[in-house]
């Protein structure tokens, strides 16, 4: 099965930072990655799809990249409503997996 | 406006058996997967498994096979996750999703607490 690897598990950063998150696969997925945002007691928001198409809606300020086996979230010029915790997701077969997630904290 | 909205929260003694509704609005349910994910308190999120509503086919995490059923009506364009043989560590939200280019729309998530 594959696996999904993300780093760092927690991110201190303040407002206005430029923040990235980087999220690996055990093997190849092409670009069949996504991009959550979930804040406490709420469920999750689709940021990114396809490793890199941005979710109507979404702020610019994020942004997806990558292909294969790695791919990174950007979010540039963190906003006070960024802070949260993100998950990647592979969703390149019958079998979905979610990464372990990055805690985006203030600094 | 398209939403999901799931059935309310329950408690379960080990052992049991929970089940818990999705209903769908505002799309055509037969056209989109509908997944099922949880979210053990403090932990991240995890994949359960899907179902076609169109079709009723599954597919499940190897971790599930066999103690979840997904199920459909499309009469009432609702979709079922059911869990048997709950444990302690089955404590969770348990969430359901559309599927459109990765999980674009979520239920409220439904709360189920295993507990003797």
């Known amino acids: 099965d594959i696996q999904m690897t993300q780093s760092p598990s927690t991110l201190s950063a303040s407002v206005g930072d430029r923040v990235t998150i980087t999220c690996r696969a055990s093997q190849r997925i092409s670009n069949w990655l996504a991009w959550y945002q979930q804040k406490p007691g709420k469920a999750p928001k689709l940021l990114i799809s396809q490793a890199s198409s941005l979710e109507s809606g979404v702020p610019s300020r994020f942004s997806g990249s990558g292909s294969g086996t790695e791919f990174t979230l950007t979010i540039n010029s963190l906003h006070p409503d960024d802070f949260a915790t993100y998950y990647c997701?592979?969703?390149?077969?019958?079998?979905?997996?979610f990464g372990p997630g990055t805690k985006v904290e203030i600094k | 406006q398209v939403q999901l909205v799931q059935s309310g929260a329950e408690v379960r003694k080990p052992g049991a058996s929970v089940k818990v509704s999705c209903k769908a609005s505002?799309?055509?349910?037969?056209?989109?997967?509908v997944h099922w994910v949880r979210q053990a308190p403090g932990h991240g999120l995890e994949w359960m498994g899907r179902?076609?509503?169109?079709?009723?086919?599954?597919n499940f995490a190897l971790k599930y096979q066999g103690r979840v059923t997904l199920t459909r009506d499309t009469s009432i364009r609702t979709a079922y996750m059911e869990l048997t043989s709950l444990k302690s560590d089955d404590t969770a939200v348990y969430y359901c999703?559309?599927?459109?280019?990765?999980?674009?729309?979520w239920g409220q998530g439904t709360a189920v607490t295993v507990s003797s």
């Open positions: 505002g799309y055509t349910f037969t056209a989109y997967y």
């Open positions: 179902i076609n509503p169109n079709s009723g086919g599954t």
């Open positions: 997701q592979r969703y390149d077969s019958d079998s979905w997996t």
């Open positions: 999703a559309r599927n459109f280019n990765g999980l674009d729309v």
